[in-house]
């Protein structure tokens, strides 16, 4: 039987030269810069008190009587729904921090440690500019669209500093909407005027041209003067119908050669004659007005009464509105509900040491453990 083979001896496990490039990467890549974090944040990070506050933008729910009355809101207009969202915007622009810079000096608080803490605090010659980029980092604003409350949080050296910053932002916030206030109701008293002088100016033609076309025609209101000459027309044909009857009295009575019936005959032609004549100016020249026949007669004033009676609507609509918006410029519509006022900390709770050297290291142990298993990766292609 042939002996079986027997595999060679595993030679004692020792550290290589890619073992030590591993451990000094990890030394180098995540405990160096975790202690250089941890002495920073703990030697010479500054404390930071948080001041929070909370409010939302409401609109005036009671209507006022002309609005009642009339349903006039969609003319002069609402509140929007947006008004939430510009005030988020506003708080996080540059026009509210050159306001509380302004106020408070921003710029000389959140300098004084920088020779100590530059990674929380601002150079001392810093611009607007670069006070605009700071403030995103001590101004925490979280909005929330679906119920319109928006929360504020504001981090400086002391919690005193803090609560002005904060109070500061509830001041500038409820001047916005105060002037978002005025300029609505400037632009609804603004409109509502000019639209009330255009329907005053189309009133005003639309009466000047009834008012010419009575002088031109001499003719008050053709409807009228219609009825009166229908009662004329009516008033022959009652006088034709009694001058039949008399002639057929006569026929009884006398031959044709009585003069009486010649008489009663003249009498009848010329009444027939007339009220061919009465009918023959309704749908021909009327002698009071050059080129003009009954029926284009007719057509001009209803087209002029028509136009009238719009004017005379849009006047009375513009009246309302102009009321309704007097109404509403009266009150406001719009104001900032303050549901939380800043508060005044009693202990710093930033920076978050632990939070941030947790990340750190959670961070660095990905970066050494990618790098590592890329390292691996080529050599075992190689």
């Known amino acids: 039987m042939p002996e079986p083979l027997q595999r060679p001896a595993v030679p ?41 506050t909370g409010f939302t933008v409401r609109s005036e729910e009671t ?51 920088w020779r100590s803490d530059p990674v929380f605090s601002i150079w001392p010659d810093a611009t607007i500019e670069d006070l605009f980029w700071f403030w995103g980092r001590v101004v925490r604003v979280s909005y929330d669209k679906a119920s319109g409350l928006m929360s504020v949080q504001v981090r400086a050296g002391t919690a005193e500093y803090a609560q002005q910053v904060a ?15 005025r300029q609505a109701r400037n632009d609804s008293m603004t409109n509502a005027q000019l639209d009330l002088e255009a329907s005053v100016e189309r009133l005003r033609i639309a009466r000047e041209e009834v008012a010419a076309f009575r002088a031109r025609t001499q003719i008050v209101d053709p409807a009228a003067d219609i009825q009166g000459r229908m009662g004329v ?3 022959l044909q009652q006088q034709l119908a009694q001058s039949l009857v008399d002639h057929d009295l006569l026929l009884q009575n006398t031959t044709d050669t009585d003069p009486r019936v010649r008489q009663a005959l003249r009498r009848i032609e010329v009444i027939e004659d007339r009220i061919h004549s009465e009918r ?103």
């Open 167 to 181: 109070q500061a932002v509830v001041r500038e916030s409820e001047a916005m909407i105060n002037e978002l206030n």
């Open 12 to 52: 004692p496990a020792h550290l290589r030269p890619r073992h030590y490039g591993v451990l000094t990467g990890f030394f180098a890549l995540v405990l160096l810069p975790l202690v250089a974090l941890g002495v920073y944040l703990y030697a010479y990070a500054n404390d930071q008190f948080a001041s929070t």
């Open 233 to 235: 027309i009516n008033n």
């Open 280 to 382: 023959l100016n309704f749908a021909t020249q009327d002698v009071t007005v050059l080129d003009t026949d009954y029926p284009r007669l007719i057509a001009q004033f209803e087209s002029l009464m028509v136009n009238q009676e719009f004017a005379e609507r849009t006047y009375t609509a513009a009246l309302s509105a102009l009321d309704a918006a007097r109404s509403n410029a009266e009150r406001q519509s719009l104001y900032l509900a303050t549901y939380i006022q800043p508060t005044l900390a009693e202990r710093a709770e930033y920076p978050q040491r632990l939070l941030l050297m947790a990340l750190a290291a959670l961070f660095m142990l990905l970066i050494w453990a990618s790098l590592t298993l890329v390292y691996y990766s080529l050599r075992d292609r190689g």
């Open 63 to 113: 209507s006022s009587a002309t609005e009642i009355a009339g349903g006039l809101s969609s003319i002069i207009g609402g509140p929007s729904s947006t008004n939430g969202d510009v005030l988020y915007a506003y708080i996080q622009s540059q026009q509210i921090v050159r306001r509380v810079q302004e106020q408070l000096d921003l710029r000389a608080h959140y300098a004084q440690n």
